[in-house]
């Protein structure tokens, strides 16, 4: 978890670089999806993205690390999860688009020459009260910590409440248990 904290922080260093760069090629990391022959590694960040999407919360400056349908910027959640995929074809955007391209002067300005249905027309009302910001870096906030930042503990206790206890661990871990043993049981038990 804390590498896909990393990536979405943009954290200085070249493996962060190289991810933005090879893997996600200018696309929100929501948008990735998993290929065939990836590594088991990067598997395992995207798989991940079911439990750390919810928990990470994007903060609005200048729009220019922001994806505008994936990212949790707007009040109600992702875009894309609020009003579906069909508003991106509607809207006259695709998966690329970042805040910024409806942001100018500090004002929202919206594609012309669309026809406006009804869902275009709930979302740009929706957006009114939502003033955009143009000062600053955008940002990304841990929404389980109150500064906002990663920590390992918070990560941990969203992971095992999402994961409950087995009925057998109390096979696998009692007082006094031989920890090599109770690994070679808790492969057993997992296996069945």
């Known amino acids: 978890m804390k590498h896909n904290w990393n ?3 943009k954290n ?29 590694f990067w598997r395992k960040l995207l798989i991940l993205w079911g439990i750390v999407r919810p928990t990470i919360e994007a903060v609005a400056g200048n729009g ?10 707007y009040p109600k959640g992702p875009l894309l999860d609020v009003y579906g995929a069909d508003i991106m074809k509607k809207f006259g955007s695709n998966t690329s688009t970042k805040l910024e391209s409806i942001i100018q002067d500090g004002e929202w300005i919206w594609p012309t020459g669309r ?8 979302l740009i009302e929706s957006l009114k009260p ?26 941990m206790k969203l992971l095992s409440s999402s994961m409950g206890k087995v009925p057998w661990f109390h096979v ?15 492969l057993v038990c997992k296996i069945e």
């Not at 260093?13 to 929100?28: P, R």
């Not at 990391?29 to 290929?35: E, G, I, L, R, S």
Request: proline share 4%; with cysteine; charged share 20%.
């Open 12 to 40: 200085d260093s070249l493996w962060i670089v190289w991810v933005h760069v090879i893997k996600l090629k200018n696309q929100s990391f929501w948008a990735v999806k998993t290929p065939i022959d990836c590594s088991w």
């Open 64 to 73: 220019k690390d922001i994806f505008l349908w994936f990212d949790k910027w």
């Open 172 to 186: 696998v871990c009692f007082p006094k248990h031989v920890p090599r043993f109770s690994f070679i049981l808790w």
């Open 7 to 9: 990536i979405f922080k």
């Open 130 to 155: 939502c003033v955009p910001i143009v000062n600053g870096e955008d940002d990304f906030k841990w929404i389980h910590e109150s500064s906002g930042q990663f920590t390992t503990a918070t990560a």
């Open 115 to 122: 026809k406006r249905n009804a869902q275009v027309l709930e």
